[in-house]
């Protein structure tokens, strides 16, 4: 994956310039698609990244996107976190439009990240790292904890009481007090799934779960993953190159070619497209083995 670039000119990166609109809490539950990916294109010098892309997410749904190095999954998940901001296109979460919504409130309205390249802080123990994913929960401070103990500790406990949530569920409890620097890779990985349900999201971005895993770390993650799915209700955007994983886990799935889409639909129409064998899997579906 390509990291984001701060470095970046406008108008692609990251949301500077404009001011940060506030997004008006909605009156009354949204229906319909959770994410609405509308028409986005993204261009650095030189290089479109994303070329009049369009996808939907529904409540619940997993979808995965694949597509060879390069295609502009990253760009997607960047453009969804509001570390990008697009050329054109809409892209809205529960109805609410994101673009000019800066990360920190694009992850405080409810859509949680993964990285490929893991980021936690390896000496914190594996309970402190997920105490950072309750960040966005947080509303006192140092300062307001000493004027307003009593809330404050009140918050504490309550933010303490969904990490434990999240320590069961992803059955993190054998190296809750290790430090995350020790613990074997697909433990770490699933720490930070950890820490991204910590913030207790409405849609969750994967990126790459479970890129470098042994096949037992591998199907560990997947279950987790439908377990989020399944048990949390938390709709998933997953960029994954194992086709396996994306064939089994995923509801639709949105193919991408240079930044353009070729195909979205299920894994068995995807998998018998000739424009998505053509594109990606290889010359015939039986050889598909991901791109990475
Ligand atoms: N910050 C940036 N500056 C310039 N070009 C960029 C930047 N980020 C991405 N690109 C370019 O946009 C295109 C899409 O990159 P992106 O990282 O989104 O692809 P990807 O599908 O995630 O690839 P991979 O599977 O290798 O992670 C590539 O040509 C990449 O070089």
Same mark, same amino acid.
């Given at each position: 994956?390509? %990291?984001?670039?701060?470095?970046?000119?406008?108008?692609?990166?990251? $949301?500077?310039?404009?001011?940060?609109?506030?997004?008006?809490?909605?009156?009354?539950?949204?229906?319909?698609?959770? #994410?609405?990916?509308?028409?986005?294109? #993204?261009?650095?010098?030189?290089?479109?990244?994303?070329?009049?892309?369009?996808?939907?997410?529904?409540?619940?749904?997993?979808?995965?996107?694949?597509?060879?190095?390069?295609?502009?999954?990253?760009?997607?998940?960047?453009?969804?976190?509001?570390?990008?901001?697009?050329?054109?296109?809409?892209?809205?979460?529960?109805? @609410?439009?994101? #673009?000019?919504?800066?990360?920190?409130?694009?992850?405080?309205?409810?859509?949680?990240?993964?990285?490929? $390249?893991?980021?936690?802080?390896?000496?914190?123990?594996?309970?402190?790292?997920?105490?950072?994913?309750?960040?966005?929960?947080?509303?006192?401070?140092?300062?307001?904890?000493?004027?307003?103990?009593?809330?404050?500790?009140?918050?504490?406990?309550? $933010? /303490?009481?969904?990490?434990?949530?999240?320590?069961?569920?992803?059955?993190?409890?054998?190296?809750?007090?290790? %430090?995350?620097?020790?613990?074997?890779?697909?433990? @770490?990985?699933?720490?930070? #799934?950890? /820490?991204?349900?910590?913030?207790?999201?409405?849609?969750?971005?994967?990126?790459?779960?479970?890129?470098?895993?042994?096949?037992?770390?591998?199907?560990?993650?997947?279950?987790?993953?439908?377990?989020?799915?399944?048990?949390?209700?938390?709709?998933?955007?997953?960029?994954?190159?194992?086709?396996?994983?994306?064939?089994?886990?995923?509801?639709?799935?949105?193919?991408?070619?240079?930044?353009?889409?070729?195909?979205?639909?299920?894994?068995?129409?995807?998998?018998?497209?000739?424009?998505?064998?053509?594109?990606?899997?290889?010359?015939?579906? /039986?050889?598909?083995?991901?791109?990475?």
């Amino acid at each position: 994956m390509t %990291p984001p670039d701060p470095t970046s000119p406008d108008p692609t990166s990251p $949301n500077q310039t404009s001011p940060d609109p506030t997004p008006s809490p909605p009156t009354r539950p949204h229906e319909g698609p959770v #994410l609405e990916f509308d028409d986005v294109t #993204l261009a650095f010098d030189g290089v479109t990244a994303i070329d009049g892309v369009s996808f939907h997410v529904d409540p619940g749904e997993l979808l995965a996107i694949i597509g060879p190095n390069g295609a502009g999954k990253t760009s997607i998940f960047n453009v969804l976190s509001g570390v990008y901001r697009p050329r054109s296109g809409s892209v809205r979460f529960e109805g @609410r439009e994101l #673009l000019g919504v800066r990360p920190h409130r694009i992850a405080a309205m409810g859509i949680a990240r993964t990285f490929q $390249n893991i980021e936690l802080f390896a000496h914190l123990t594996v309970v402190e790292n997920l105490m950072l994913g309750r960040h966005h929960h947080m509303r006192y401070g140092a300062l307001s904890a000493f004027a307003w103990l009593g809330r404050a500790r009140r918050e504490e406990l309550a $933010n /303490r009481a969904v990490v434990e949530e999240v320590v069961d569920f992803l059955e993190l409890a054998p190296w809750r007090r290790m %430090p995350v620097g020790l613990l074997p890779y697909g433990v @770490r990985k699933r720490v930070e #799934l950890g /820490r991204a349900l910590a913030m207790e999201p409405r849609v969750l971005l994967l990126d790459e779960p479970v890129a470098g895993m042994n096949a037992e770390e591998t199907e560990d993650m997947a279950r987790f993953v439908l377990d989020v799915r399944e048990e949390l209700g938390i709709a998933i955007v997953m960029v994954e190159h194992d086709m396996g994983l994306v064939m089994d886990l995923a509801d639709r799935v949105l193919v991408l070619d240079f930044g353009r889409p070729v195909r979205t639909g299920t894994p068995a129409e995807v998998q018998r497209d000739p424009d998505v064998v053509r594109a990606y899997l290889g010359e015939s579906p /039986r050889t598909a083995g991901g791109a990475g």
